[in-house]
């Protein structure tokens, strides 16, 4: 059982964990009756959170946007500061912070008043950014998603695929994944009733939510891997696997996750799986490591110009 201080925070975290919560489910998590949830509202309503209820059997409570920001230690000030600074962090500026800075800064525009929102969007159009290395994706587009992913809610957006094919898609979005240089949305596409990995910076526009859904078995349990699988190598027209004589972790951090996917097999050896589309490019791109190898699986050719390579340089060696 929670002491009263301690369930007020957890009801809290409750609420802005999800958009809508049934009393009985809040009840449950926390361990009291549907009664103590009514008067830990009304005591979070009594500190300045502005929790909504709704009547009826579909009726539940939801924590909203009020005229002012909520006690969370944080003046107007300090508020659009922590905004832009995650909006900045967002779009990779820090790395290794990208995901979590999208799902703090959808849980503070949750509460942000209106005042307030239009300074942070003035000061993030007024501040320009330098190139690095990927494109830059609005903060907007990104905590829309994040968002949706967080409540369960189709979204609609307009999309343009590699070769510049612009289509319609409605999607149940799972997660947002960031490799470093590039955005990727994981959903579950209804047009194509299969899941599917999605460019952000292809999104054209802001995507529009829609109806709610009951979350699907997800495509893989470790949707990082799941990324790199799909953008690395599946969408090559040459796939291969390898054996390497080095440990996992130090091809990783050779290997970029847009590059190909790195799996342990003991501690000396991984698995690399990847691919290329000019079959003429891959030998020179597997020497770059100086790490012995394997190929397990391979497209046709790429073995014959492996030796032939080999051969040209070994002969070049020796007459040099």
């Not at 990104?142 to 369960?152: N, Q, Y």
């Not at 999104?203 to 078995?217: H, Q």
């Not at 953008?231 to 130090?250: F, R």
């Not at 698995?271 to 490591?289: I, K, N, S």
């Amino acid at each position: 059982m929670y002491g009263t201080s301690e369930r007020l925070l957890r009801l809290l975290s409750l609420l802005q964990a999800r958009r809508d919560w049934p009393g009985p489910d809040l009840a449950d998590r926390l361990g009291v009756d549907v009664r103590t949830v009514r008067r830990d509202v009304e005591r979070l309503r009594g500190l300045g959170y502005p929790v909504h209820a709704t009547p009826g059997v579909a009726g539940g409570y939801r924590l909203g946007a009020g005229a002012a920001l909520p006690p969370l230690l944080l003046d107007d000030d300090e508020a659009v500061a922590v905004a832009v600074g995650l909006r900045t962090a967002a779009n990779g500026t820090v790395s290794g912070i990208e995901e979590t800075s999208v799902r703090a800064l959808a849980k503070l525009e949750q509460v942000l008043p209106a005042r307030l929102r239009h300074r942070v969007s003035a000061m993030g159009s007024a501040m320009l950014q330098l190139g690095g290395g990927g494109p830059v994706i609005d903060a907007e587009v990104l905590t829309v998603i994040a968002s949706a992913c967080r409540d369960h809610e189709r979204v609609r957006f307009t999309y343009a695929n590699h070769t510049g094919q612009v289509t319609e898609r409605d999607v149940e979005p799972l997660r947002l994944v960031h490799t470093g240089r590039r955005w990727y949305l994981v959903a579950y596409d209804l047009g194509r009733d299969g899941w599917r990995t999605f460019r952000v910076d292809r999104i054209e526009g802001v995507p529009a939510p829609g109806f709610r859904f009951t979350p699907r078995e997800p495509p893989a349990e470790d949707l990082a891997a799941y990324v790199s699988q799909a953008i690395s190598s599946a969408p090559y027209a040459h796939q291969m696997s390898l054996l390497v004589s080095v440990p996992a972790e130090v091809l990783a951090a050779r290997v970029p996750p847009t590059a190909g996917t790195v799996e342990p097999v003991d501690e000396h050896t991984c698995r690399l799986r990847t691919g290329a589309t000019d079959l003429a490019a891959a030998p020179f791109y597997l020497a770059q490591w100086d790490y012995d190898f394997v190929v397990e699986d391979a497209p046709p050719g790429l073995l014959d110009r492996l030796a032939r390579i080999a051969e040209r340089f070994a002969s070049a060696a020796a007459r040099s």
